[in-house]
């Protein structure tokens, strides 16, 4: 089992950046990639990124994209999502996610088998 555990959620006005963490503890040997889905009121859970952990490679939603930064650091089992220039579109509950599998698509959820509780981020406009 590996635990994922977020953190860096809040309220920010439009324009501005927040950075979330997730640490993961346990059988984090078998995570094959890491990911951020986020999910607003009524909205089913989307993409937003993903870093697999052998070679480093990212996927970005298109929403996103050169808004957002994931990295990652290995000592730490830790992975981080910088969110720049924030829209209140970007409003939703953000979730860490884990995969054991190599050879899955990272934008399908489906290929992830951890997940962590979720942290609220609002953008005020």
């Known amino acids: 089992q590996v635990q994922l555990v977020e953190s860096g959620g809040g309220l920010v006005q439009a324009g501005g950046s927040l950075r979330l963490s997730c640490a993961a503890s346990g059988r984090t040997f078998s995570t094959a990639i890491m990911g951020w889905f986020r999910q607003a009121p009524g909205k089913e859970r989307d993409f937003v990124v993903a870093i697999r952990w052998s070679n480093g490679n990212t996927y970005y939603s298109n929403s996103v994209k050169g808004r957002f930064t994931i990295s990652r650091d290995d000592a730490k089992n830790t992975v981080y999502l910088q969110m720049n220039s924030l829209k209140p579109e970007d409003t939703a509950v953000y979730y860490c996610?884990?995969?054991?599998?190599?050879?899955?698509?990272?934008?399908?959820?489906?290929?992830?088998?951890?997940w962590g509780q979720g942290t609220q981020v609002t953008v005020s406009s």
């Open positions: 996610a884990a995969g054991r599998s190599f050879n899955v698509s990272p934008y399908d959820r489906t290929g992830y088998h951890y």
